[in-house]
């Protein structure tokens, strides 16, 4: 099948370099700068000309109109390609497969069920051809992709608490770090903490700032260590072959130089398996100035992987950690940080399982040598990346204002939500409490039950579908409350 690929301008130098592998592609320019704003008249102007030796020609995605008045011309099948000029060998790969593309919509949505075929190829490519540093029942590589993502549990939580948070979170995380308080020293609790995790079957590490802590976190099992700094360094030196430990400086000042000591100082006693962290600062504290201390490590320590602390900023930003997970993890694959440290608490809950998808998406991206977008993977929870335009006759329609409620003789109803259920207490004529996890099921039991009037009805509905949404969203939900908060409310008459 011999193919043309039509582009402008600015998006050529893309278009060449994502088609010179393929021997039966060629590509034409335009001269015109965005391939967007090209009219189809215009193409078609400019291709009156052409070789009719082709078989098939893509367009630009985002060009605006039905493209087979092209087709209908010059006699050569025409399609529209995908918005992303990346993108454009899965094009090929769609025709090849005999996928039909459309002459009116870019080919991304039939490109992005292909996309999600290809993931799987492109993790197993990932681990493959990952440079591992060691192993330790988890291996950690040098450089990503992939990525390891370790898990901090708060100092507080109990064994109770941390085998919950274990089986909760176990999918995502690869290290779980058993912390313990500055001033702690009861080996007992480390060892109950520590066998906690381990028989769960995970791998452990350990956070003390006591080095017979750490010592003894080593011999119970624990396989890494935070972390190694100027004040334990000769103390640990017992322990130095039998698990891994994170450098991490102890001063403020000069992170990077002291980091890059530290790891040289540990390599001549002996320690076999180190990570650098010279420590992330939190935002409007130091945060860009510690970004440039992780460069300086990665281009003077080329032989040791990097972990980065990004629960210091996830933790320390009131903004939601999926989107500032995702935008961290990114940063690292671009420093060359392999390993990142997390914490689920309050507001950052499901921080790892975030961070592990992002680690999925910006590796992948890596690969592919493109900006993480657009793969098949994302992290957009609570906005769309796409606007779908509903065409509706409003002109007749009637505007809704508030109204009052009338109170229904049949009793009231108190909706609820717990940590994975929601449900409904009735009371009233009859009392019933009703639970699950889907809204309208739980909704329709009660009418069935209950002779509800349709106000009534209407609005416990528009109740159990907010505390569904905040179920799985873990959100909190409080009766009668908004869900979210608005984007943005115009000011009116001010």
């Not at 995380?173 to 995790?197: M, Q, T």
């Not at 860009?288 to 990004?310: A, H, T």
């Not at 509706?392 to 003789?409: G, T, W």
């Not at 940590?419 to 207490?425: C, F, R, S």
Request: aromatic content about 8%; hydrophobic content about 40%.
């Amino acid at each position: 099948m011999k193919a043309l690929v039509v582009t402008g301008k600015l998006a050529y130098p893309i278009v060449r370099e994502v088609t010179k592998k393929y021997d039966n592609v060629d590509v034409k320019v335009l001269n015109y700068p965005v391939a967007a704003l090209m009219s189809i008249r215009y193409i078609l102007e400019n291709l009156k000309n052409i070789d009719k030796k082709y078989d098939v020609i893509i367009l630009p995605g985002l060009v605006n109109g039905d493209v087979k008045i092209i087709e209908d011309t010059l006699g050569i099948k025409t399609f529209k390609g995908t918005e992303n000029a990346w993108d454009i060998p899965l094009v090929f790969d769609a025709l090849d497969k005999g996928i039909p593309l459309s002459t009116i919509d870019p080919a991304d949505e039939i490109i992005s069920r292909i996309k999600e075929k290809n993931i799987d190829s492109y993790e197993e490519k990932i681990i493959n051809n990952a440079q591992i540093a060691f192993d330790l029942g988890v291996r950690i590589p040098l450089y990503p992709p992939p990525f390891r993502i370790f898990l901090e549990m708060d100092p507080k939580w109990g064994c109770d608490k941390i085998r919950e948070e274990i089986q909760r979170t176990r999918n995502f995380v690869d290290v779980f770090v058993i912390g313990f308080p500055v001033g702690h020293n009861d080996n007992e609790e480390v060892r109950r903490k520590l066998n906690i995790a381990i028989d769960e079957g995970v791998i452990v590490g350990i956070d003390a700032e006591s080095p017979s802590e750490l010592i003894y976190g080593i011999k119970n099992g624990a396989k890494f260590v935070f972390n190694l700094n100027e004040i334990n360094i000769d103390k640990l030196t017992e322990a130095k072959k039998e698990a891994a430990f994170i450098v991490a400086p102890f001063n403020v000042e000069n992170r990077g130089d002291i980091t890059i000591n530290l790891v040289k100082k540990a390599k001549n006693l002996g320690y076999d398996m180190l990570i650098a962290d010279p420590v992330l600062s939190p935002p409007l504290e130091g945060l860009v100035d510690s970004l440039f201390e992780y460069r300086k490590v990665r281009k003077l320590l080329p032989d040791i992987p990097l972990l980065m602390g990004i629960l210091n900023v996830s933790e320390l930003i009131d903004a939601d950690s999926h989107g500032v997970n995702a935008l961290m993890t990114s940063i690292a694959g671009e420093i060359g940080i392999s390993n990142l440290l997390v914490m689920e608490k309050g507001k950052t809950k499901w921080s790892s399982w975030e961070t592990k998808t992002a680690s999925k998406l910006v590796g992948i991206s890596m690969v592919q040598r493109k900006p993480p977008k657009d793969i098949g993977i994302d992290l957009l929870i609570l906005k769309d990346k796409k606007k779908i335009e509903e065409r509706v006759n409003i002109e007749k329609a009637e505007v809704a204002e508030y109204s009052p409620p009338d109170m229904d003789s049949a009793g009231f109803a108190k909706i609820f939500k717990l940590e994975d259920k929601i449900g409904v207490e009735f009371y009233g004529k009859k009392k019933i409490s009703i639970i699950g996890n889907d809204g309208l099921a739980i909704g329709r039991k009660l009418v069935k039950e209950i002779d509800l009037t349709p106000q009534h009805a209407l609005y416990i509905g528009y109740e159990l579908a907010k505390a569904e949404i905040a179920m799985n969203l873990d959100k909190n939900y409080i009766q009668d409350s908004p869900l979210f908060k608005k984007l943005y409310v115009e000011r009116r008459n001010e």
